[in-house]
């Protein structure tokens, strides 16, 4: 996509990384600011030549986890990342959350697969949001095994897309989280066994206040 701006002025190069850093930064690499974007983001847009080189997705989804790791302290009280991602991942994998009475259209090769999942509202969706927080956790906390669908988007997703079966760390900018695919086989088309131990950070410094923790990584499980 920026690749068309190379060939043009210097102008139109600054408003190609202008709308790359709008785009990124209210879509992918979301905070609760609402209206600012993170200045990480801009070191990804120097080169616009590089850009389509890099794992945005990956970039994402390290963002996501740190992020819910920091929504999940007990004085959060909101939570950054690509929510949109997550939302559909949800209508993808646990068919009790879908939005009622909604039938999925099929996704072209060029649409985004989220638009699969604009239409009514989900179960429990009511003004208050105390009963909506009643629904969904008591929703959660009856979940069984057969209310999950493991693999909606390949019935054998390891043949189709092998390289879901990276274990290691994945990065953006100074982010840095772990992914270990063995400890949820089923969406791989696997069967679920015993997973092994998680591996550990050298160092991890979870302070009491909800805005952020540190973690040092060590070195041998910087898997590229």
């Known amino acids: 996509m920026a690749s068309r701006y190379l060939?043009?002025?210097?102008?139109?190069?600054?408003?190609?990384?202008?709308?790359?850093?709008?785009?990124?930064g209210s879509t992918l690499f979301v905070d609760k600011s609402r209206d600012s974007v993170r200045p990480v983001v801009n070191l990804f847009l120097e080169k616009l030549e590089e850009v389509v080189q890099y794992s945005w997705a990956s970039g994402t989804l390290a963002w996501l986890y740190k992020y819910l790791g920091q929504a999940s302290r007990a004085g959060a009280l909101g939570v950054d990342g690509c929510l949109t991602l997550m939302q559909c991942w949800i209508y993808?994998?646990?068919?009790?959350?879908?939005?009622?009475?909604?039938?999925?259209?099929?996704?072209?090769p060029n649409e985004a697969w989220a638009s699969r999942w604009i239409g009514q509202p989900a179960p429990g969706s009511v003004a208050d949001p105390s009963v909506r927080l009643a629904f969904y956790r008591q929703a959660l906390d009856i979940l069984t095994p057969s209310d999950v669908?493991?693999?909606?988007?390949?019935?054998?997703?390891?043949?189709?897309?092998?390289?879901?079966l990276y274990t290691g760390v994945i990065r953006f900018a100074g982010i840095s989280e772990f992914y270990d695919p063995a400890r949820c086989l089923r969406q791989f088309g696997y069967q679920q066994m015993v997973p092994p131990a998680p591996s550990l950070p050298q160092r991890a410094d979870r302070p009491?206040?909800?805005?952020?923790?540190?973690?040092?990584?060590l070195e041998s499980f910087d898997v590229a």
Do not use: D
Not at 149 to 164: D, E, L, N, Y
């Open 7 to 24: 060939q043009v002025n210097e102008t139109n190069v600054t408003e190609a990384q202008s709308y790359l850093l709008l785009l990124l």
């Open 208 to 217: 009491e206040a909800p805005g952020g923790y540190v973690i040092q990584i």
């Open 92 to 108: 993808e994998y646990f068919p009790g959350f879908r939005p009622s009475h909604f039938e999925p259209p099929v996704v072209g």
């Open 149 to 164: 669908f493991w693999t909606p988007f390949h019935k054998r997703p390891h043949q189709a897309v092998r390289r879901s």
